[in-house]
């Protein structure tokens, strides 16, 4: 009996009037866990009932806990009559099963009805007793902590990285069963909810154990999908990298955006190029006390195992081999492991020593009925069979390591393909063994790679390469050598040396299939499949030429299977590393030179193209330094000023099976194509606008190249459905379409977000289906970040000009309130924001919130009793409101509802995560039968969507929280059919609650009053100048 | 290719004030999308009138579905489903509840009912003012006129609490729902010239002086049967003020008056002459309107009455304002004076609101 749950229920308020005659409602309350089922009173007639229940308490294993929601159904009570369900509140209460993590649950919860949406609000407190057991068999994993986020959280610190842990869980989808005919949908949709709700939570608990047995203590990068197999059942599965974190005290740097790599750091005997001797930098003895600091749930006591590959003098001599010593040591290091896969897309220092390039893998299946729930081999089969061919394309590359791996599905009725795909890398093994040297953080200082190229050489040999590359000599240290263009799925490392900044770049693509059935629709599209993959790349290392770039970071290609058709896209964030070679110009040359109208017709466009490229660099600021040509003792060729290449349009499918399939290797595609295929794609590529001035985007967490971000942001989904024209179809049509849709989307958000110029989208996730045969749906989750554009402090001169100019001629700028939340930002803006235009604003926001404190203050007195008294003396004199305005500054803690931040990063600019609170995984279904009457399709989303933020939100509060980090849209399912006014979708959410303070709020506080009482001054200054 | 879908939702809820007041105007989708295009919005940012439509129908579906909760204020400020700053909460409110002045100068003094709902769309051609802006302005009259309607205490602190409106525009709907109780006739073509403005400020000094409460005595019984409220006038008062009929009925009451009043003007008054020569007929304008108001169709035409009995004599012979201050200040002073006279405090209630409000009402 390892855990006690106790429950109490408070209020409710809000609720909707469920008796027509009364205008009222007769609310009580069911609380549920497991099998155990408790019932508040019934609160009769009111809107806003008082409960204030009794504490129930749950006597429950810690294996139930882990997997069960606590669920709340509020209902109305009738006398007559089966009571009504109002709506339910789920609530997952493992972030109360690990000791660091939140205490107690409690606040308002939305309460949800799949049919209705919110309806009120509940108001709940969860506490756990959680009793020690040290049984070791048990079934259990509380304790393991959980995080969503891609890379060491902030406030811990990695001492072991142990590496990949997956599991998946199936079970037959509720919707899809005999008794879904006879049900009602609200039933169904619980029942799917409930189901997938349960499902999670087991999967969570048993990637928890097998964290466990590796001597893990937490999960990272933790990521979790559903399948929607339809008939064939419903697949939950996770991947994740086990870690053992220890907690900092009193964290370092958190914002990796703004910290400059410039950090005096010695060089580390791993990752030096070998032509230098090594020396060894960690001789000291190691041992970390990790033993003690794990959580009390299960002890782990880490052997001290000192780490000596390197030791003191030993390594120094032996300069050459090294870097087949290093293989050798870190292939040992993760040769027990099955697959060595890290889904961490950013790193602790010195963990990643070279990057070898993408490697990815697809298959295409057929699903079938799962029979034995309990023993989901097929899938598992599946998986493994991938990750293997993952494994076997990263040794090809010289790799014995993986990371930013991920894993994806998209089904189309019975036909489903399994991606994976992640970077070929070469680890330092010091982070992946037992016993590591004493904190790495302090230990990072030692170790550095020369000026952040290291990660660039090559690890392959460069006679035995695996794929066709120019290779050149590294432009940063000229020691190792580089290959000419780098794709990669991870994150910009910190410590890279990068010339101008950094841009959103995508390949789209879409390929008509003919409907088929079953096995004959399988082979077609693993038919199509390598042409798809060939052309995304060419699309993008095209596109990556002609922003001038050499490298792409966060590289995700998505397939997407239809009826009819298969749609690729893929999004990265190309930039320009210093340590590779200028990228080469496109040039193109016509298939018929004999004709001169053809001829100038080409030369026109190569123009065109050279100009895009000379813009393309002028915008993002790329003006790598002049390197004189003869690279000292060079045996390479120097390294072209121009990749030619010429060919025919009836070349062009031979040159494809040469480079794809006659290669042998054709998923390690790391393509090297300097190629347009036909006129249309030249077109194509020129027809990609750049952001509008003021704006950036990328889809990696931080953007190259900046790194003075303020603290506003706004995290965003925006979906868009289009209905294709039937008639005629054709893949140039269809590529043109879907490229539209992908433009528009992107130039509505800047339209929409342009307040907040100079700003940035990071992190832009596009996701792409096909719900049905003539639709395509397009989700964008991403966030804008706000970002000074003038250095820190400089020049209130500019702001002023700019905000006469704003005052005189841009009524709209004006107008345009910076979207930060009042609570936060009052404190924390010791001097105006960069764009100072908002003079107006200021007063205008102190006027706002003085109305609304001086009505607030005149309810108190009204409510105490005494009428008329105040307002006589507030009618009269204008002191009144001068008092109150003085008066709302402070307590803006009284503002009703918590702002809760929510952003896709794993960091909040201008802000410390001082507490990860639990991981927040949820999943809604919503369905109606009257969709006109909510808006149509778009209102219904609308609504929906804006719903799950508040849920989001309110779990978050809830725990004690002000933000939900590395937050991610995994699923977006919607299905309409206007004809039976009927629509339903699916939407599936993750991120990790934070607790977060700003970074003025940590400073000294008396700071903040003078500074406070300045910004009037300075701001009338500005307006009389 | 045809966009079936298309939303855009954000963590805190953008709000586009220019948007807004497009929506608010009454404005449709394909209006606002033209008159943004026209004020230069796309050759500022560089986007396209498709981005501009799908931004305007965005911003008016979010307009939408916070609407039901801009009809009880306090419901915006304490839902979770849209994350809106503070600032911009105040901000959607106010706005929401701002109203044209053409319009309120139309529905003034009438019943808020059906019957004037119908005539919404007269008062929409003669103002152009939209159908759909006019009926969110009468829904907002309306809405705030029935939560307030049955409340205890003050007025403008009841629409404020309740609606949450800065203290500018509460004043302004406690004018609005007290004309509207009392049913005052604002719409006679005589009556044209004055603005919401003036009759808002006639309001308030009646609300302040003139309703039960304004005897400011704080209610002992919560259960008494007294009616403290803002929203009538005080009944008790109104009978009282048939005592003051003794003013002008009384002939030598009244040639004192005027002989008191004449003294203290002599040569301070630049129409002295016309002030002498009409003192009877002005003095009897202003007590018999005080007689006549225990009728409810005398209380309606107040404003008629007042400009027909005084503002339009002086004006037709050029009396200055200051003369026109002058002349009441010593008009109601002087009654102190008069020995006979017993009701000193029922005239100084009746004629410090009365001398507020037509020196409000005296312009052109």
């Known amino acids: ?1025 | 290719m045809t966009s079936e879908l298309d939303i855009f939702v954000g963590n805190t809820t953008l709000i586009d004030e220019d948007v807004y007041r497009l929506w608010l105007d009454g404005y449709s989708v394909g209006d606002a999308v033209a008159l943004r295009v026209r004020s230069g919005i796309l050759e500022q940012t560089g986007a396209t009138a498709a981005v501009l439509q799908s931004d305007t129908m965005d911003h008016y579906r979010t307009f939408h579905m916070l609407e039901r909760l801009l009809h009880a204020p306090p419901k915006l400020l304490h839902q979770l489903i849209y994350q809106i700053p503070p600032s911009r909460q105040a901000l959607l409110i106010e706005r929401y509840y701002a109203f044209d002045e053409a319009f309120v100068r139309e529905v003034l003094g009438k019943k808020l009912s059906k019957g004037t709902k119908k005539d919404l769309d007269d008062i929409s051609t003669k103002t152009g003012i939209t159908l759909k802006s006019c009926r969110r302005q009468f829904d907002n009259f309306k809405r705030v006129f029935k939560v307030v309607e049955e409340m205890r205490g003050s007025l403008v602190d009841n629409v404020q609490q309740h609606f949450l409106l800065s203290d500018r525009l509460a004043r302004d709907y406690a004018a609005i729902v007290f004309f509207a109780n009392n049913r005052f006739e604002t719409g006679k073509k005589k009556l044209q010239y004055l603005s919401f403005g003036d009759f808002a400020f006639c309001a308030e000094l009646m609300i302040q002086n003139w309703t039960l409460g304004a005897v400011g005595e704080a209610p002992t019984d919560p259960d008494s049967q007294v009616d403290d409220m803002d929203m009538d006038l005080d009944k008790e008062f109104l009978q009282d003020l048939k005592e003051l009929k003794v003013l002008v009925a009384d002939k030598d009451l009244l040639d004192l008056h005027k002989s008191l009043v004449c003294t203290a003007l002599r040569g301070k008054l630049g129409v002295f002459s016309e002030m002498e020569a009409n003192f009877k007929n002005l003095s009897r304008g202003l007590v018999n309107v005080a007689t006549k108001l225990t009728h409810n169709k005398d209380v309606r035409d107040l404003f008629v009455d007042l400009v027909e009995k005084f503002v339009e004599p002086c004006r037709s012979d050029h009396w200055p304002l200051s003369d026109v201050r002058l002349f009441l200040n010593q008009y109601s002073a002087s009654v102190h004076s008069l020995d006979g006279f017993r009701h000193q405090a029922l005239w100084d209630r009746y004629m410090g609101t009365l001398r507020g409000c037509l020196l409000r009402l005296y312009h052109d």
């Open chain 1, 1 to 1025: 009996m390892p855990g006690k749950l106790k429950v109490k229920i408070v209020a409710g308020r809000h609720l909707p009037v469920m008796d027509r005659a009364s205008d009222l409602t007769d609310a009580f309350v069911e609380v549920k866990f497991g099998n155990t089922t408790f019932k508040t009173d019934v609160y009769p007639k009111s809107l806003n009932p008082q409960w204030n229940s009794e504490w129930f308490k749950f006597e429950v294993d810690d294996e139930d806990l882990q997997d069960e929601p606590l669920q709340i159904t509020v209902l109305d009570h009738d006398t007559y009559s089966a009571n009504d369900a109002i709506g339910k509140v789920y609530i997952d209460i493992d972030p109360l099963l690990y000791s660091e993590a939140a205490t107690v649950i409690s606040g308002w919860f939305p309460i949800y009805d799949t049919i209705h949406g919110i309806r009120g609000e509940i108001n709940v407190v969860v506490k756990v007793d959680l009793f020690n057991d040290l049984n070791r068999f048990r079934q259990s994993s509380c304790g393991v902590k959980f995080f969503c986020t891609t890379s060491i959280p902030k406030c811990y610190r990695a001492v072991i990285i142990h590496g990949f842990v997956e599991e998946l869980v199936v079970n037959e989808d509720p919707e899809y069963q005999w008794i879904d005919r006879i049900r009602t949908p609200r039933a169904s949709n619980e029942a799917r909810q409930r189901l997938i709700s349960l499902m999670s939570g087991e999967l969570q608990r048993k990637i928890g154990l097998k964290v466990l047995e590796m001597r893990g203590n937490a999960v990272v990068g933790y990521l979790q999908c559903f399948d929607l197999e339809g008939e064939s059942g419903l697949v939950v599965r996770a991947i994740g990298t086990a870690c053992t974190l220890d907690k900092l005290s009193s964290p370092a740097a958190f914002l990796p955006a703004c910290n400059s790599p410039s950090k005096e750091m010695k060089e580390s005997p791993l990752v030096h190029p070998p032509s230098h001797g090594c020396r060894s930098t960690h001789n000291s003895p190691i041992h970390t006390a990790t033993g003690s600091r794990l959580t009390q749930n299960f002890s782990v006591s880490v052997p001290t195992l000192i780490y000596t590959g390197m030791g003191s003098g030993s390594a120094g001599k032996e300069g050459g081999p090294f870097k087949a010593l290093l293989r050798q040591q870190t292939q040992s290091a993760l040769e027990q492991r099955e697959f060595p896969f890290f889904t961490l897309t950013a790193f602790p220092p010195g963990f990643l020593v070279h990057v070898g390039g993408v490697v990815s893998a697809r298959s295409v299946k057929l699903l079938d009925r799962i029979h034995n729930p309990d023993e989901p081999e097929t899938r598992d089969a599946w998986w493994a069979e991938i990750r293997q061919e993952i494994k076997s394309h990263a040794k090809a590359l010289g790799c014995h390591a993986v990371v930013g791996y991920s894993e994806s599905t998209s089904i189309c009725e019975e036909v489903c393909i399994l991606s994976a795909s992640g970077t070929a890398a070469v680890l330092n093994p010091r982070f992946l063994q037992d016993g590591t040297v004493e904190g790495c953080l302090e230990q990072r200082l030692e170790e550095n790679l020369p000026a952040g190229c290291g990660f660039c050489h090559i690890p392959y040999d460069e006679l035995n390469m695996p794929f066709p590359a120019h290779l050149t000599y590294c432009y940063n240290c000229r020691k190792q050598k580089v290959p000419d263009v780098l794709f990669t799925t991870i994150d910009l490392p910190t410590d890279a040396t990068v010339i101008g900044k950094g841009c959103l770049i995508q390949a789209r693509l879409c390929r008509l299939k003919k409907k088929a059935q079953a096995e004959a629709n399988a082979t077609a599209i693993s038919n199509l499949l390598p042409f798809m993959e060939y052309e995304v790349h060419t699309q993008l290392m095209n596109k990556l030429k002609l922003k001038g770039m050499n490298a792409l970071f966060g590289l995700r290609i998505q397939i997407t299977v239809g009826e009819n058709m298969l749609m690729g896209l893929a999004s990265a964030t190309g930039v320009y590393l210093a340590a590779l070679p200028t990228p080469g110009g496109i040039q193109i040359a016509g298939k018929t030179p004999n004709d001169g109208s053809y001829e100038q017709h080409i030369s026109h466009m190569q123009k065109k193209i050279n100009d895009t490229i000379a813009k393309n660099k002028e915008l993002y600021e790329i003006n790598p330094p002049e390197i004189s040509e003869e690279i000292i003792g060079s045996p390479i060729p120097e390294p072209r000023q121009r990749s030619r290449l010429l060919r025919s349009q009836s070349e062009s499918s031979d040159e494809v099976t040469e480079l794809d399939l006659s290669h042998g290797k054709k998923d390690a595609f790391v393509l090297e194509i300097d190629d347009t295929d036909a006129m249309e794609d030249v077109h194509s590529l020129l027809t990609d606008v750049p952001p509008p001035s003021g704006f950036y985007s990328c889809n990696t967490e931080i953007m190259p190249g900046i790194n003075n971000w303020t603290s506003e942001i706004q995290m965003f989904t925006s979906v868009r459905v289009i209905r294709l024209s039937s008639l005629n179809l054709t893949n140039h049509a269809l590529n043109k379409n879907f490229n539209d849709l992908c433009e528009n989307l992107l130039k509505s958000l800047y339209f929409k977000l342009r307040s907040m110029i100079p700003c940035c989208l990071c992190h832009v996730n596009f996701t792409v289906s096909l719900p049905e045969d003539e639709l395509i749906q397009v989700t964008v989750t991403a966030v804008a970040i706000t970002f000074d554009k003038n250095q820190a402090l400089q020049t209130t001169k500019a702001h002023v000009e700019k905000s006469l100019q704003r005052a005189s001629t841009d009524n709209e700028e004006l107008l345009q309130f910076p979207l930060e939340l009042c609570s936060d930002s009052l404190p924390s803006h010791p001097f105006p924001p960069a764009k100072a235009t908002s003079v107006d604003y200021s007063s205008f926001a102190d006027r706002c919130s003085s109305w609304i404190e001086l009505i607030k203050l005149k309810a108190q007195t009204i409510r105490r009793g005494s009428i008329k008294t105040t307002v006589t003396v507030e009618k009269t004199s204008p002191m009144g409101e001068g008092n109150f305005r003085n008066r709302s500054a402070a307590p803006c803690a009284n503002s009703t509802v918590g702002v809760v931040k929510m952003t896709p990063l794993s960091f909040i600019p201008g802000a410390k995560i001082t507490k990860y609170l639990g991981i927040i995984n949820m999943f809604f279904i919503r369905e109606t039968t009257s969709l006109r009457e909510e808006g149509g399709v778009s209102g219904f989303l609308h609504a929906f969507i804006a719903e799950v933020f508040a849920m989001v939100r309110a779990h978050v509060a809830a725990l004690g929280g002000n933000a939900v980090v590395s937050y991610i849209m995994k699923q977006c399912v919607f299905m309409e059919n206007p004809n039976k006014n009927q629509a339903q979708c699916l939407i599936n959410v993750s991120g990790d609650a934070v607790v977060f303070a700003r970074e003025s709020e940590l400073e000294v506080v008396s700071t903040q009053q003078p500074a406070a009482n300045c910004q009037p001054a300075c701001t009338g200054g500005e307006v009389t100048t």
